[in-house]
């Protein structure tokens, strides 16, 4: 079932799985601008060499590039929703929306859900890429895991586990020898989110 | 004494007749021939004395670390003036035009060329096209004009000039001069896309600067009456013809070089002479037809460079690349040592102190407002936007040199009343700009550095997740397409691969262009020489012979060489060698800080700029991304294996694999993802840290590799549709290329790859090696048995222990 949304008089057809992603298609415009969408569609449908209106890891596989990215897997991992095996178009949308610049004009409304590409939304993302099990705090194990894909190969492992030991010490603060998600926010207060997880092209 | 004694009749009678007949008197033994060969000793002795220069200098590295090294040369280009000043009364010695923009000017503009990164140059053309074109022209104009007021108001005194000639001199002192850009900005080490801006723009504005001189001038010998509307539309026309006509002719040029790099093999000891003629050409061809010779250059060494460099063998592209900076770099040199020595000829000094004032006043004010208001336009509609530094770098990098001294050096001295004046002039601009900007530019970059800085990652936290930021950027840019760009990228890419290497690469290069196939390439050469390495440092390659009770059937057919080579081409030596290193080594005390610091990779964007007219640098963050690249392909298999229950991945990508089986039979390299899994079951092969357990698990391995080496074997193409999962690798490694083998021979070297080592963990999933004509990707078959059909001969995988040596079942 196919959904055609007319923007800018481009008529764009979208699949739509079940009637519930008409609402999210709305919502859509809500968190990217209608040209973004455009875009991102061209885009989805260019890695969806199979057109099944699905993406699977293979599929984001095929950017090479993200090969030689350290967290590359990690974050297509970040793509995928648990138990998921594909990623439709709505959920690749609403992804990439994290990484819009922040809205500074208006004022938050506090009565309308928290948007996507808040301060808060982007640290939850971040957080998410730390921690794999989702339970919510960042262990040491999995610190060590982000540790060794980001450090050179010629770093110890007594290194490696010592810098965790360190980057865990200075966060905890309830010292339960892992990092939660407030942990985590109040360490970072000081680094400019909005500029560190922005793309622009999606202004 | 003898010598001369004798010499002198012959000198005397020498003086009369220029080496006619004349009388002497007894045989000469030795001749003063000064009057012969002056010409090019002088020549040669003047290159060396710029050379001599630059190692005068070199000697105290403290000086050049202050002012840059262009600055030095027009020093000691001073002294040496005044010297033959000194001597002559005279200066006989100066740039002449024709010598600076025929033999000088040509290699460094071709040496750019080729060294230009390509990728950012053309991601950034917009960018640069619109500071060089409209750049220059808001320059020109503003500082004409400007000047033209100030001549008006009086200030300058009487001086015989008017407004187009004040236009024109505008016009040649408003270009930045890739020399001087060069020469400064080598050392002061900016951003990528800063640099890429400022040296672009200095190299394209040539088509502009072109331009406007000749159509000034020409203006100037009509004389203002006759100039109306026809002209000005005639003058317009005149740039798109020039500058687009310019680069259309390095086009043709690049062409030509890539097609005759095609046929070189068999010359290859002059293959590049070729690249150094043909770039030569296409400057003097342009300049013969009054187009911009710059941009021909120019576009010559950006379009060849791809292509000669896949094409040809490695010691020539070398060579290409240690001559051009040795030309570019010596050119250089003699350039700014003799823009030092004109200037010591009080003949050419006319001192107006208000025109050189308003002139330096002007270009710097101008510059700045002409960036300031083009980045702000430009930053609507660029993707990363130039922040306010990056301006400002930009506007202080806008160097006159030695191209604006050439070009007023041409002036008719009968038109131009003031061509002494101009000519003071444009030596005061550029020993301000090359001087005092030069040695300035440094600490300025550094001193705004700081300002920026002002958050420094205080805590380890920090700074892990800021790196993360960016890895995490980088990322999300590559998956959503970087869109805008992308799509006249992909186009162009695709038009690239169909039609130009077709028709600009010899088939070997076409193979070897995919990145990841290069990087795959490097890694096996660096672990082939951490093998040998290995073995001579345990006296002698057959330590690893020792380690296998093997049969010695493979030595039959391939010959000792080849069994070592592909049993242990596997690097089972190098990384887990490494590893077992480094646990040994104490762990000493660090500051985890440092540590950080040090390895932390460095996303993409920080990757400075590679082109450096002094250092002939291979990109250095090659080590990383290879290591980068392993260890993905590393996870990415084990996320495989402990995923195949779920997905059933395999399957599709037999699914991915057959689907563009067809395409690939015979075709050029295209790598996407299913070599991956080639690559990845590969790199699997070499992770072998125990030498416990080989079961033939590369048994298909060679087989498909021998396949790519370009021998299509019926019986196994009857196969691909239904079982082969890998598409004909006609980029095998290349120690794999070099064994010439027909099918026939694929059981012993399949036997071969017994002798990897395998990680317990797998053994279960392995197939032994199979010799049937189906698929023996033991990945699959352990990962799908269900959807393998015809496997006849599958044995059940033997238990570890058994795994030493039998792994051959018939």
């Not at chain 2, 290159?47 to 200098?57: E, T």
Request: with cysteine.
């Amino acid at each position: 079932m196919h959904i055609v949304i007319k923007l800018f008089g481009v008529p764009l057809s979208c699949p739509i799985t079940n009637s519930m992603n008409i609402w999210f298609s709305c919502f859509l415009f809500i968190i990217v601008t209608p040209a973004h969408i455009v875009r991102l569609y061209d885009r989805f449908e260019a890695l969806d060499k199979e057109k099944t209106g699905h993406l699977r890891p293979q599929d984001f596989g095929a950017i090479n590039r993200l090969a030689m990215n350290p967290i590359g897997d990690r974050i297509i991992g970040a793509f995928f929703s648990p138990g998921q095996e594909t990623v439709d178009f709505h959920s690749f949308v609403r992804i990439l929306a994290h990484f819009r610049p922040a809205d500074k004009k208006h004022p938050k409304d506090p009565s309308m859900p928290e948007p996507v590409n808040s301060r808060t939304s982007k640290l939850k993302f971040a957080f998410q890429l730390y921690d794999q099990d989702k339970d919510g705090k960042i262990s040491r194990a999995e610190l060590l895991q982000v540790l060794r894909s980001m450090l050179e190969m010629q770093v110890t492992e007594e290194q490696l586990e010592s810098i965790a030991d360190r980057t865990i010490q200075e966060a905890d603060l309830d010292n339960d020898d892992a990092i939660s998600f407030e942990e985590f926010r109040k360490s970072l207060e000081k680094v400019n989110i909005d500029h560190k997880m922005s793309i622009r092209f999606l202004r | 004494m003898v010598l001369l004694a004798i010499s002198r009749p012959s000198l005397a009678s020498e003086a009369t007749g220029n080496g006619t007949e004349h009388t002497i008197t007894t045989l000469p033994i030795v001749i003063w021939k000064w009057e012969e060969i002056h010409f090019p000793y002088l020549v040669a002795l003047w290159v060396l004395v710029s050379w001599l220069c630059k190692l005068v200098f070199q000697l105290n590295p403290c000086l050049t670390r202050v002012i840059p090294e262009s600055g030095l040369l027009i020093c000691i280009g001073w002294v040496l003036g005044g010297i033959i000043y000194g001597a002559d009364k005279v200066q006989t010695f100066r740039l002449q035009p024709f010598t600076f923009f025929f033999y000088l000017l040509p290699q460094i503009v071709l040496d750019a060329g080729y060294s230009m990164p390509n990728k950012l140059f053309f991601g950034n053309l917009g960018a640069i096209l619109v500071y060089a074109v409209i750049g220059t022209c808001w320059n020109a104009a503003t500082l004409g004009l400007a000047l033209w007021g100030c001549w008006l108001g009086g200030a300058m005194g009487n001086i015989d000039t008017g407004l187009l000639q004040l236009l024109l001199f505008g016009s040649l002192i408003a270009a930045v001069d890739p020399v001087a850009v060069i020469a400064v900005f080598e050392e002061v080490h900016v951003n990528e896309v800063l640099y890429i801006l400022v040296f672009g723009e200095s190299l394209l504005n040539d088509g502009v600067t072109v331009v406007l001189f000749n159509v000034f001038d020409a203006f100037v010998s009509l004389g203002g009456a006759q100039i109306d509307a026809v002209e000005i539309i005639k003058g317009i026309i005149s740039f798109f013809v020039v500058a687009v006509g310019g680069s259309l002719v390095g086009v043709v040029f690049a062409l030509l070089i890539s097609l005759l790099t095609r046929c070189t093999k068999n010359i290859q000891i002059i293959e590049p002479g070729f690249i150094f003629v043909l770039g030569y050409l296409s400057y003097l061809t342009a300049e013969m037809l009054s187009l911009s010779a710059i941009l021909s250059c120019t576009f010559c060494g950006v379009c060849c460079q791809k292509y000669i460099n896949a094409n040809m063998d490695e010691r020539s592209v070398s060579t290409v690349r240690s001559t051009m900076k040795v030309f570019a770099n010596g050119s250089e040199t003699i350039i700014f040592v003799f823009l030092g020595i004109s200037a010591i000829d009080p003949s050419i000094w006319v001192w107006n102190t208000a025109f050189i004032l308003l002139t330096l006043l002007f270009i710097f004010v101008f510059r700045f407002i002409g960036v300031f208001l083009l980045t702000w336009i430009l930053n609507q509609y660029r993707l990363v936007p130039l922040d306010f530094i990056d301006q400002l770098v930009m506007g202080y990098g806008g160097l006159r040199g030695a191209v604006a001294y050439g070009l007023v050096l041409l002036l008719d001295e009968n038109k131009y009343k003031e061509k002494k004046l101009m000519i003071s002039t444009t030596l005061i601009v550029v020993y301000f700009t090359v001087m005092l900007q030069g040695i300035t530019m440094k600490p300025l970059v550094t001193w705004l550095k700081v300002k920026r800085a002002a958050v420094s990652e205080r805590t380890l936290a920090e700074k892990i997740q800021n790196r993360t930021f960016d890895h995490m950027l980088v990322a999300i840019e590559d998956i959503s397409g970087q869109i805008g760009d992308n799509y006249m990228r992909d186009k162009w890419n695709n038009f690239e691969e169909k039609w130009l290497y077709w028709l600009l690469m010899t088939p070997i290069a076409r193979k070897s262009c995919d990145p990841i196939f290069n990087i795959f390439h490097k890694l096996n050469i660096k672990d082939a020489t951490s093998y040998v390495k290995e073995g001579e440092r345990r006296g002698s390659l057959a330590f690893v012979r020792n380690e296998n009770k093997a049969d010695v059937d493979f030595n039959k057919k391939f010959g000792a060489d080849f069994s070592e080579m592909i049993r242990d081409s596997v690097p089972s030596v190098c990384l887990d060698m490494h590893e077992q290193d480094l646990k040994m080594r104490e762990s000493e005390d660090f500051d985890a800080h440092h540590l950080l610091q040090q390895h932390l990779y460095k996303g993409r964007k920080q990757h400075r700029h590679r082109y450096s007219r002094k250092q002939l640098e291979v990109n250095k963050d090659e080590h990383e991304v290879q290591e980068i690249f392993q260890r993905t392909m590393r996870s990415r298999l084990e996320s495989f294996k402990s995923a195949k229950m779920g997905v059933a991945p395999p399957k599709k990508i037999s699914k991915h694999l057959k689907k563009d089986q067809p395409q690939k039979v015979r075709e050029a390299c295209t790598f996407s993802s299913f070599p991956l899994v080639f690559i990845t079951i590969f790199l699997e092969f070499s992770e072998g840290d125990s030498a416990s357990g080989y079961e033939a698990a590369g048994g298909s391995f060679p087989m498909r590799a021998y396949r790519g080496a370009g021998i299509v074997n019926p019986a196994f193409m009857a196969e691909m549709d239904t079982m082969d999962p890998m598409p004909p690798m006609q980029q095998i490694p290349s120690w794999l290329a070099e064994t010439e083998v027909d099918s026939s021979n694929m059981v012993p070297s399949q036997r071969a790859q017994l002798r990897l080592p395998w990680t317990p963990s797998n053994l279960r999933r392995l197939a032994p090696l199979c010799l049937s004509t189906h698929s023996n990707d033991s990945f699959l078959l352990a990962d799908s048995p269900a959807t393998q059909e015809g496997i006849s001969e599958l044995p059940p995988p033997p238990p570890p222990q058994d795994g030493q040596g039998q792994g051959t079942h018939k």
